[in-house]
């Protein structure tokens, strides 16, 4: 058995909140001198004002051996970030205590400390040292990190004269050569196209095949079963499921589907909801031809989507688009818009649809799912979005339908497009001569 | 409320220990112990000048980031440190000098109050650099941890810099007026960690205000002004009253730029009972600094 790199025991962290939503997270002196006379008072009467506990992880505890890859998911709020950050030592646990074995590299960001007026030689050296490495060390590993960049031309340029591709390349070199013995990655994988999403997934990969502990935070699915292990969920703060990646994942997209969305949910989640309030989705259901609810489907089924919403001020007409994201790089891989209806409508009209998708010859894999509902003459304010709030899209190969040039050991791309060869076959055989040839040069150049 | 308590580093220690003695292998490293225990900190914590140490490469980056960025797509690059203690004290001298006749001990006034403003200029820009260095730098708080005093004492050496140059502007003024240094040359050294120390004491006092109450980013400047005018820059020690120089001598700064002159000039009013006091009193603010500064510390992800 290896031996420990991460004992966590009992961690648990609160935010004190103040009861007025508008207040701010520091004070100024002037509000704090105009209060003072209130406080005392309130004070003396040992009245002190209330302010509300939040409490972002709740006696959290686990243990991660050398060489594991554990994932870390769960819904926005439900503490991972905060538990990154208490490993990682940005911010202290309120009680409990985790000790470490080994040296911590934390990439929370691409780019820690990067600053637009350094070149990108200064760049490397600063942003090595905030991650910790010394400066001989950087010297040392410099030449393999511009060339991983591939920056060489333009490593006494400022860095704002970068391109966002070079700069993120140059960002993310200087982090994969910091040769920490556990590494903490918080959705790294969330910045940047999907071709540096694949070098940063590789180069995790790599990290965890060298036999170093990695910890990684995400609610990106896909990568979590593509990467860990084992995997943690939490909800609430609290760890709901530590177990083998595929049984937590089984729990946690259980848990996405017992929630019914409506008008509410998630509405203070801006990155999973957005919108005034003008209009809203009160009901959202995938199900299949036969109507029942479901999220899995096999390539080449038909997906029903049901979807019904309020409208709380009058409208010109409701428009919805549907969108699936890809459960890797979260990109738009597809989106279709619908205008429901063009007639004004009043406050209080409520209404639903079904949207069809027949045929869906979408490749294997997770796709969280983007809805949009808005007048039908989009405007800024009259929408609501739900993004990645329902559970995502899983498609399973192997349907009746399978487009037969599916090739399943090879998932590239996001469509499987039907079709089919029409030239005639022409092998032509002249190549028999030259490959043994080629053949026999082989083992003469060794 | 009920908290957990801090746990007992001996019994966590005994725990391991057997932990080893259980396994049949026994390896030969005797206690593996964590590289790091994350608990909460309670009370006043000490500084950790083991951790600070651990991090003085990336300090020393962070003084040379502020050098650098300070005068990048600047016309005139560097030579903005030797020009503006060089306008400064051609405007004072005009000004003061001239015109209001202060004392300057009997050296040309300019020369009495270059020494003065390249001393003050390194104790201002320290504590504006180092007031503000949390809150520009509060990215970098939120992503990635490193003992945040790094940041506040980034600024003082990086200031240091513009006082060397300043003091060596300084040595071609003593050519150009036929002053020549003394012995006392070698206590300037002394002169100059004073300074830093006064600096950086009340500068982790600000910087650490500065992330809880935002007052201070616009108190600082009248802080600062006002500071200066407390310290002996534009004019000499000997036109405050006898009786009460000690008093004014509370004010580390008269004590670190009296001190220069004599260093660099030979004659000043300056006591030595001064220098003492103002050690004191710089000691003083440096580890009621440090002990704050640590204390709130730990909130600083959370409120910046």
């Known amino acids: ?446 | 409320m009920a908290r957990g308590r801090p746990r007992d580093p001996v019994a966590k220690t005994i725990l391991t220990v057997s932990a080893t003695a259980a396994r049949p292998e026994g390896s030969p490293q005797t206690v593996r112990r964590p590289t790091v225990v994350i608990q909460p900190t309670r009370g006043w914590a000490a500084l950790d000048l083991g951790e600070l140490w651990k991090y003085r490469d990336l300090l020393m980056i962070l003084a040379g980031r502020d050098v650098k960025l300070r005068y990048k797509q600047t016309g005139l690059g560097v030579t903005w440190v030797v020009m503006q203690p060089l306008i400064a004290a051609l405007i004072f001298t005009v000004m003061f000098g001239r015109f209001a006749k202060l004392p300057s001990d009997g050296h040309p006034y300019i020369l009495f109050v270059f020494a003065g403003v390249a001393m003050w200029n390194y104790f201002a820009a320290v504590l504006q650099r180092a007031g503000n260095s949390l809150i520009t730098d509060a990215r970098l708080i939120t992503k990635v941890y490193f003992p945040r005093l790094a940041m506040p004492l980034a600024s003082t050496f990086s200031a240091l810099i513009d006082l060397v140059v300043s003091l060596g502007v300084l040595g071609v003024l003593m050519m150009i007026y036929g002053v020549a240094p003394t012995w006392r040359l070698l206590a300037l050294p002394a002169f100059i960690a004073l300074a830093a120390l006064t600096a950086t004491g009340v500068s982790l006092w600000l910087s650490a205000l500065n992330v809880r109450y935002r007052d201070f980013v616009h108190a600082m400047p009248f802080l600062i002004q006002v500071w200066m005018f407390a310290s002996p820059v534009v004019y000499a020690t000997t036109i405050v009253p006898a009786r009460w120089r000690l008093i004014y001598g509370f004010n580390p700064a008269v004590a670190f730029i009296e001190g220069t002159r004599w260093a660099v000039l030979g004659t000043s009013s300056l006591t030595s009972r001064m220098v003492a006091v103002a050690t004191a009193i710089s000691l003083v603010v440096f580890i009621g600094g440090a002990f704050f500064f640590r204390r709130v510390e730990r909130g600083f992800a959370d409120s910046v």
């Open chain 1, 1 to 446: 058995m290896n031996e420990t790199a991460i004992r966590v025991e009992g961690i648990s962290k609160s935010y004190q909140i103040a009861r007025a939503l508008s207040r701010q997270p520091y004070r100024t002196l002037q509000e704090e001198v105009v209060a003072l006379p209130r406080t005392l008072w309130k004070r003396a009467l040992g009245r002190s004002e209330p302010l509300e506990t939040f409490w972002a992880l709740t006696d959290v505890s686990f243990e991660v051996r050398e060489g594991e890859v554990v994932g870390i998911i769960g819904r926005n709020g439900a503490g991972k970030s905060t538990l990154l950050k208490i490993l990682s030592r940005i911010t202290e646990p309120t009680r409990g205590r985790a000790d470490i074995y080994g040296r911590v590299g934390a990439l929370l960001e691409v780019g820690t400390g990067f600053h637009p007026e350094l070149t990108g030689r200064e760049n490397i050296f600063l942003s090595g040292a905030i991650l910790g490495m010394r400066r001989n060390e950087i010297a040392r590993r410099f030449d393999e990190i511009v060339s991983f960049a591939e920056v060489e031309q333009f490593i006494d340029t400022p860095t704002k004269r970068y391109s966002s591709g070079m700069y993120t390349r140059l960002a993310f070199a200087v982090a994969a050569h910091l040769e920490p013995e556990i590494l903490l990655v918080d959705e790294v994988l969330a910045v940047g196209d999907s071709a540096f999403q694949k070098k940063c997934l590789g180069k995790m990969e790599d990290v965890a095949g060298q036999g170093r502990t990695v910890f990684f935070v995400s609610h990106n699915t896909q990568a979590v079963r593509q990467l860990c292990g084992r995997c943690i969920l939490l909800e609430h703060g609290r760890v709901i499921s530590d177990a083998p990646t595929d049984e937590t994942l089984a729990i946690y997209n259980q848990r996405l589907r017992d929630m019914r969305v409506d008008a509410e949910t998630g509405i203070n989640n801006p990155e999973n909801r957005r919108g005034s309030g003008a209009i809203r989705f009160t009901g959202v259901s995938v199900e299949g031809t036969d109507g029942e609810e479901r999220y899995g489907f096999r390539m080449g089924e038909t997906i029903h989507f049901r979807l019904a919403w309020q409208l709380n001020e009058s409208m010109r007409g409701v428009a919805i688009v549907i969108a699936l994201r890809s459960g890797i790089s979260r990109e738009m891989v597809t989106s279709a818009r619908h205008v429901v209806t063009t007639d004004h409508l009043p406050a209080g009209a409520r209404g639903s649809v079904v949207v069809e998708f027949p045929d869906v010859y979408i490749r294997p894999g997770e796709y969280p799912l983007y809805l949009h509902i808005s007048e039908a003459v989009p405007t800024k304010t009259n929408y609501d979005v739900l993004d990645d709030l329902t559970p995502p899209l899983v498609i399973a190969p192997g349907g009746r339908r399978t487009n037969p040039n599916f090739d399943p050991s090879q998932p590239l791309g996001v469509f499987s497009i039907p079709s089919r060869m029409i030239a005639e076959q022409t092998v032509e055989q002249l190549s028999a001569v030259s490959a043994d040839s080629s053949r026999a040069r082989v083992p003469a150049s060794e």
